[in-house]
């Protein structure tokens, strides 16, 4: 076994353990779709495999919502941890880059890093916000955070701030529109877009049948 491997099963016992409480949306299973999904599309892609798989496994160790909205938490730990483990100190940078830069925040704020490898993850975490599991998941965090299904008097507010999207307690539905059904259009890769169509689709397929059902139509 390569030094590099060592390093990825290190990393991959080290966020099991730091997510085996998570919230069912932000827990390990979901970092394991994000690593498959980056590798699928690395595949298609020129990056340095061995930090497409760092940043996969690490870009949500302390996801800010879960840490009263602080979002220095997840880099320091992920440094440390990578430091711990003997990571090339240029690679550590680029992962740190990645974890700071790959969040959707709104929509509206201006990504200050790129990188192919960020692109990639960028892109396979947003595939896991959408589609069945991303609906799975959406209504997950909704209830985890205690919030009404639909009120069609609460419109989606499709110009949010980072601050107003952190702090929003808008019903679930809602977030289908802040955020689930513009990630189509953010993609980054050939790959990413693709299966971000055919998941972007039973969304809006889904909403169908959700209006239908709530006006009591079906």
Known sequence: MTTQEKQIDKTIAFVKKQLENAEGGHDWFHIQRVLKNSLL????????????????LLHDIADSKFHNGDETVGPKMAREFLFSINVD??????????IENISFKGG?????????????????????????????RTFNYGGF????????????????????????????????YEKLLLLKDKM??????????????????????FYEEWDGLK
């Open 41 to 56: 599309i690395a595949k298609n892609e020129k990056v340095d495999v061995f930090v497409v798989q760092l940043g996969a």
């Open 89 to 98: 100190s240029a690679i550590i940078e680029h992962v740190i880059n990645i």
């Open 108 to 136: 509206n704020e201006t990504q200050k890093f790129k990188s192919p490898e960020l692109d990639v993850i960028q892109d396979a975490d947003r595939l896991d916000a959408i589609g069945a599991i991303g609906i799975a």
């Open 145 to 176: 955070k205690n919030r009404t299904l639909f009120d069609p008097s609460i419109k989606p507010n499709l110009n949010m701030s980072k601050e107003d999207y952190k702090a929003s307690n808008a019903p679930t539905i809602n977030h289908f």
């Open 188 to 209: 980054n890769t050939k790959t990413g877009r693709k299966i971000a169509a055919k998941r972007h689709q039973f969304m809006e397929l889904y909403l169908e049948q």
